[in-house]
């Protein structure tokens, strides 16, 4: 069986040639940086997934590129060692989307340019006294502005299956492709988000790597019990009930 974004490559993406090696990454506040330097991100959002107090309903995730164009390839207005954004992913968790039937999942993304994987889906599995598994569905070539936003059935792929892995600690989970290869393990280390990516991959697999590594650290966020107690108290409260209330129309 082949992966999703091995059989992605087939359908027709635009798909970049450069081969990314193995790299450990980490989050910090807004930003994802390698453990190599710290100097500059490799990716940003533009809210704090980790913050129980943000009320976002979509975040938007970019890549930071480092221009490296010479006398013969400058673009007007950019010198060489500039940096610039590609706005890749939006990342999203619907307000109140444990109560509606209208949204395709609590957690996706969808991409905000046609050069990307497609638009992903965050599967989960609960299991009474089991950590939470996941699957990421992939649907080729779709973006934000495709309606619907997903395929069904046999038309959806295995991106990533997202597995705990007991062996090695409570924050650690292991990231597999649909063919079963490890491609990266995720842990927390002295309070620090890390993301060890332990196969090589295209630019693009790795943006969709990091998109889903982010939607599930905001999956731990959203439903802490930490969350859940903040949300069910304001509940509580006339004066959050008033606000609530408009809220629970409000279509992403």
Same mark, same amino acid.
């Given at each position: 069986?082949?992966?999703?974004?091995?059989?992605?490559?087939?359908?027709?993406? #635009?798909?970049?040639?450069?081969?990314?090696?193995?790299?450990?990454?980490?989050?910090?506040?807004?930003?994802?940086?390698?453990?190599?330097?710290?100097?500059? +991100?490799?990716? *940003?959002? #533009?809210?704090?997934?980790?913050?129980?107090?943000?009320?976002?309903?979509?975040?938007?995730?970019?890549?930071?590129?480092?221009?490296?164009?010479?006398?013969?390839?400058?673009?007007?207005?950019?010198?060489?060692?500039?940096?610039?954004?590609?706005?890749?992913?939006?990342?999203?968790?619907?307000?109140?989307?444990?109560?509606?039937?209208?949204?395709?999942?609590?957690?996706?993304?969808?991409? =905000?340019?046609?050069?990307?994987?497609? #638009?992903?889906?965050?599967?989960?599995?609960?299991?009474?006294?089991?950590?939470?598994?996941?699957?990421?569905?992939?649907? +080729?070539?779709?973006?934000?502005?495709?309606?619907?936003?997903?395929?069904?059935?046999?038309? *959806?792929?295995?991106?990533?299956?997202?597995?705990?892995?007991? #062996?090695?600690?409570?924050?650690?989970?292991?990231?597999?492709?649909?063919?079963?290869?490890?491609?990266?393990?995720?842990?927390?280390?002295?309070?620090?988000?890390?993301?060890?990516?332990?196969?090589?991959?295209? *630019?693009?697999?790795?943006?969709?790597?990091?998109?889903?590594?982010?939607?599930?650290?905001?999956?731990?966020? =959203?439903?802490?019990?930490?969350?859940?107690?903040?949300?069910?108290?304001?509940?509580?409260?006339?004066?959050?009930?008033?606000?609530?209330? +408009?809220? *629970?129309?409000?279509?992403?």
């Amino acid at each position: 069986m082949e992966s999703g974004s091995e059989l992605y490559e087939k359908t027709g993406g #635009n798909t970049s040639t450069e081969i990314l090696q193995p790299a450990v990454l980490f989050l910090s506040g807004q930003s994802v940086f390698t453990e190599s330097t710290t100097a500059t +991100p490799l990716y *940003q959002l #533009n809210s704090d997934i980790r913050s129980i107090s943000n009320k976002d309903s979509s975040v938007a995730l970019e890549r930071v590129e480092q221009d490296t164009s010479d006398s013969e390839t400058e673009i007007e207005g950019v010198t060489p060692g500039t940096r610039r954004k590609r706005h890749l992913f939006y990342l999203a968790h619907p307000v109140n989307a444990q109560y509606r039937t209208d949204i395709p999942a609590k957690y996706y993304i969808t991409s =905000a340019v046609p050069e990307t994987v497609g #638009n992903i889906r965050l599967e989960n599995s609960e299991a009474r006294f089991q950590k939470t598994s996941f699957k990421a569905m992939l649907s +080729p070539k779709k973006t934000a502005s495709d309606k619907p936003l997903f395929y069904d059935g046999i038309q *959806q792929l295995l991106l990533f299956d997202i597995q705990p892995n007991w #062996n090695v600690g409570r924050n650690c989970y292991k990231w597999s492709d649909s063919n079963g290869r490890q491609v990266a393990v995720e842990e927390k280390e002295d309070g620090r988000y890390k993301l060890s990516v332990t196969s090589s991959m295209s *630019q693009e697999s790795r943006d969709a790597l990091v998109a889903t590594w982010l939607l599930r650290l905001w999956h731990d966020t =959203a439903e802490s019990k930490q969350a859940k107690r903040e949300f069910f108290e304001s509940m509580a409260s006339p004066e959050e009930c008033k606000e609530y209330m +408009p809220r *629970q129309c409000i279509m992403m």
